[in-house]
């Protein structure tokens, strides 16, 4: 997160960068099963961002003495392909990625019926193919699809989105040039039907108004992006039917 606020990102028209309104979201696409050998997968696009996630499990948890004998551990990991960025990442897990897996998996961990599965892990492998800023949020949201794909049994989805605030204006779903260089990003993540918050987390900073002004704009684009999240299920399933006829 940057701090030159000094940095055009809204033309004096009230319009980002790319065209959009600040209470606009980029373009998202989500595809259920796209992967044969996973138990579970899908594929967000969500901007530039490119995310596939596969799930495995739930399946005996190993070593044994990881394992929790009242419920599943939900271990999701988070990786950016060395290929994703425009300056070449080092491949493998850094601090950063090993920081979002934890809170990842915690999220996920929440909307799960974990208690259905006693000693057993799932395992969610989420990787960035290519990033444009909010990769956290658009895995998370891919995940939750991939996960339901799997059968999994779920309390709800885990839909997620971001806000932040550039040149002194909030504004939803932060392009890469905002994120870069605007003045904060707040992501937010929830379980649509209770409301309940599985991730939060701010870099920046928001006086009280602004952050409330942020939280209303996610919630309300979170409906609409549950409702992108159903449809590819649904999707899916049509084409299952429609291949066993």
Not at 5 to 21: P, Q, T, V, Y
Not at 27 to 56: F, H, Q
Request: glycine letters at 8%.
């Amino acid at each position: 997160m940057g701090t030159q606020s000094d940095i055009k990102l809204i033309e004096e028209n009230g319009l980002r960068l790319d065209g959009r309104n600040p209470g606009d979201l980029r373009p998202i696409k989500i595809e259920a099963g796209v992967l044969n050998r996973a138990d579970g997968s899908a594929l967000i696009e969500w901007g530039g961002n490119k995310v596939l996630v596969s799930v495995y499990g739930p399946r005996e948890a190993y070593p044994k003495h990881n394992q929790d004998i009242n419920k599943a551990i939900v271990k999701a990991r988070y990786n950016m392909a060395a290929f994703s960025v425009d300056e070449r990442k080092r491949p493998g897990p850094d601090r950063r990625s090993i920081e979002i897996s934890k809170v990842l998996s915690e999220a996920l961990e929440s909307a799960i019926m974990v208690e259905q599965f006693p000693r057993a892990q799932i395992d969610v492998f989420i990787e960035v193919l290519q990033a444009d800023a909010g990769t956290r949020i658009a895995g998370l949201t891919a995940a939750a699809v991939a996960i339901a794909d799997a059968g999994i049994p779920m309390r709800d989805f885990v839909t997620g989105c971001t806000a932040g605030k550039v040149n002194d204006k909030v504004v939803l779903d932060l392009s890469k040039e905002e994120d870069n260089f605007g003045q904060a990003d707040l992501p937010i993540a929830i379980l649509p039907k209770s409301k309940k918050i599985v991730l939060l987390q701010m870099d920046g900073d928001l006086s009280l108004e602004e952050f409330d002004t942020a939280t209303s704009m996610i919630i309300n684009a979170i409906s609409r992006i549950n409702e992108i999240q159903r449809n590819a299920l649904s999707a899916k399933v049509k084409v299952d039917d429609a291949g066993g006829e």
